[in-house]
DNA sequence: TTGTAGGCGTTATCAA
DNA sequence: TTGATAACGCCTACAA
């Protein structure tokens, strides 16, 4: 079956052209006459033929495809980036392959292998949860391959970051639970190994200290910040005492405890307010709606793409490291009303 | 910088060894020695090789890969879909391209072909909901490759299907709202080119026959079933007497739909009881909580690419059609409590 | 404008 | 167990 697949040798034997003109026929070149280019497209379209990449790409060199790497598709926000990302590719002619690491360093290896061996043009990157070293990546940079870090940034060495303002989000977030009023304000954080929650939590401390605030360390609960840790978290909470107000680096941990603490007839924002961290879909609708911090994400995406095929078209990339840093916004819905 | 890509050939120049007993080493050949091949596997470190994927391809004529395209990744079933996919395809050794339609037939044309001239070895389809011609895949399936139809199944001609009983569950659903008292059930329904949705409307209307509740086709909305449609369709149902029950074909109209009508101070479920479908996470936490129709999604991903590996590994693609279906079941929530 | 020839990096076949 | 050689399908100097 497989076997019967039309090459550009079959056309050029079909018409008695040379292969090289049947090559740069289908390529559009303007070295081939109108005549010419017509025969063999009609050709081309009668035999089903359907050109391979593999080999185009092999002869190039070039893929006209990157990588992209993001913890799990199925969060909102990645989704989001995803589709500006998607949007650039598409008018810049370049195809996009998905990947995601499931917060897996290992499979986040493996990807950037596959990658790698697939030989794409460059790499866009949201690291795993897990990811503390960077010498798969570090590998994959020195070879001169563009790569740059979205979200999650990598300030280990040089490199390429697209990130929001975490600090200053985080710090209004919490400003503003304190402007309402509350004395007792807790963090969940995220791991520390990613930059982001390190600001994050940098952020609800700074506010903490301008207004005076005490500070505990029982105060900041650190863990995944899953669905179950939102949960744990809550149970943690209420062991605390008077707590008030609750600043979490993501909305899905901050709904998780909300919805366990209304079952335990706690109010919200009455007893305990909060702020999230996302804005993902699901904060505006649940009861009450979600105040959170809402991402640039789509933009995000078409920010860090745009740079990436700057590099990959300049190939200055060891040279161009910068950090490109997008304003997020803070939304207050019920959650944290006054 | 690329140009100094490692190849066998530098591997071998370096040890005196041919690029040939390089190649089989690396593939891990048993016709290498142990201690050739321990040399060769330390070079290859040292030299920081890094297989080229897509000579490897070309040559074996078998990329490992396969495609998978769904409207879009932000869905949480197709995302439970891809786990699926991905988990299976991780045991058999493929990798997985993963593709989004936005639900347009042009986009889906492209990916198709990107797909093909990338050669991967099959593909893994749920339709655009504009797509009423299989030309693209007839093609592609002409030149036996293999492909596997999932919850929007395609039955124009001899294909393979993964789906799930969609008029069960429908007839269910419906049941369901009938027997808590609803007498005047609207169905909010999806185009009528995907089969799923005629076999949703299908379900709906056997159940009203069989209870005998009169049926009139101002009962029938039919939208893209997006947001926005939900809205409008509550709207619509507002303007016809006495509506007291909604089978939405899709969680995301529904709940848009409820948010519309809570603000228009009716009662859900007391004025209008509603059942969604798909399971969407959002639906649970709602208020009310939407009762819906869970889908065995991962399951689904694992069934039909264990299916398409079968394919593959056989080549009697043609000869193979069949139709897997899957069973969901009915989640009653407060949306239509008794 | 078209043809010739060689090679991209790998692997399969055959021979040694 | 290893080596020599050709080929996968395409593209691009270079020559005509």
Redesign the interface.
């Given at each position: 079956?497989?076997n019967?697949?039309v090459t550009i040798h079959d056309i050029s034997k079909a018409l008695g052209i040379d292969s090289s003109t049947v090559s740069r026929a289908l390529n559009n070149s303007d070295r081939v006459s109108k005549k010419t280019k017509e025969k063999i497209f009609n050709k081309a379209a009668e035999l089903?033929y359907?050109?391979?990449?593999?080999?185009s790409?092999?002869r190039t060199?070039r893929?006209n495809t990157i990588g992209v790497i993001v913890p799990?598709?199925?969060r909102?926000f990645f989704?989001?980036v995803?589709a500006g990302i998607?949007e650039t590719a598409y008018k810049a002619g370049f195809?996009v392959?998905?990947?995601?690491s499931l917060e897996s360093v290992d499979r986040e290896k493996k990807l950037v292998?596959?990658l790698?061996?697939?030989?794409v043009d460059g790499i866009l990157i949201s690291i795993s949860m897990e990811t503390t070293n960077y010498e798969h990546l570090n590998?994959y940079k020195k070879?001169?391959?563009p790569l740059i870090f979205f979200d999650r940034p990598c300030n280990v060495s040089e490199n390429t970051n697209v990130i929001i303002d975490d600090f200053k989000a985080s710090f209004e977030a919490t400003e503003h639970l304190i402007k309402r009023g509350c004395k007792h304000i807790a963090h969940f954080s995220g791991p520390q190994n990613l930059e982001l929650y390190q600001n994050r939590k940098s952020g609800y401390l700074k506010a903490l200290q301008k207004y005076d605030i005490p500070f505990s360390e029982t105060l900041v609960i650190e863990t995944q910040l899953m669905q179950q840790d939102g949960i744990t978290a809550a149970k943690e909470i209420l062991k605390l005492p008077k707590v008030d107000g609750v600043f979490s680096a993501n909305d899905t941990a901050a709904?998780s405890a909300i919805?366990y603490l209304k079952n335990q007839d706690v109010k919200i924002p009455e007893d305990i307010a909060f702020v999230g961290f996302s804005n993902e879909?699901?904060s505006a609708?649940?009861?009450p709606s979600l105040s959170t911090i809402n991402q640039p994400d789509f933009e995000m995406g078409k920010v860090a793409s745009s740079l990436l095929f700057e590099q990959i078209k300049n190939?200055k990339y060891a040279s161009e490291n910068q950090t490109k840093i997008l304003t997020p916004s803070l939304i207050i819905r019920n959650s944290s009303k006054f």
């Open positions: 079956m497989k019967n697949t089903g359907q050109r391979n990449s593999l080999a790409k092999l060199n893929t799990r598709i199925s909102h989704s989001s995803i998607e195809d392959i998905i990947c995601q292998e596959t790698l061996s697939n030989r590998n070879n001169g391959y709904i919805q879909p699901i609708v649940i009861e190939k």
